[in-house]
């Protein structure tokens, strides 16, 4: 709760000064959800215009019957160009979730493993940040689906619902 009590009628709700710039450089001040067809597909990857879990485990409302970009197997390979300081995954992460391997602007890759707390009960939002300290500007990442996975998972899969951008 923000305040001890309620607030009264009398009190009034006044905007609030922000710099314009922030005080750190790297924050998500001007972070965003870039759409996920602005991806280009190498192999492995489909749009699936309106996902839902085939499987009998529950969904969070709102990422189900939606649009995502879709890996069920390793060695999906895809690129994605931006222009900013940071960039990320928002995915729904499930029981079926792999590691995936990623690149930006041709450094060395690195993994993310997907898997959750949550994950062998409930496919469940998650932001992943790859990379938050870019110089601002034109990028790229490549992003694959590998054949590891965590021990508890039961695939490789990865879904992105939003590729995550700060500029």
Not at 38 to 67: N, Q, Y
Not at 153 to 161: E, F, L, N, Q
Request: with cysteine.
């Amino acid at each position: 709760m923000a305040w001890q009590k309620p607030l009264c009628a009398s009190d009034a709700v006044q905007p609030h000064w922000l710099p314009e710039k922030p005080i750190d450089a790297f924050s998500y001040f001007h972070g965003r959800l870039e759409d996920i067809r602005k991806a280009d597909i190498e192999s492995g990857w489909t749009l699936d215009p309106a996902w839902h879990p085939m499987d009998k485990v529950e969904a969070r409302e709102g990422f189900v019957d939606v649009p995502m970009l879709t890996a069920e197997k390793s060695g999906a390979v895809l690129r994605f160009p931006f222009t900013g300081s940071a960039v990320g995954l928002f995915i729904t992460a499930g029981p079926d979730c792999g590691i995936i391997e990623y690149s930006v602007d041709g450094k060395p890759f690195r993994q993310v493993d997907q898997f959750t707390t949550w994950s062998p009960d409930l496919y469940i939002p998650w932001a992943l940040m790859l990379e938050t300290e870019l110089d601002s500007g034109p990028h790229e990442l490549v992003l694959k689906t590998c054949s590891q996975k965590n021990a508890r998972s039961k695939g490789t899969a990865c879904r992105i619902v939003h590729f995550l951008v700060n500029n």
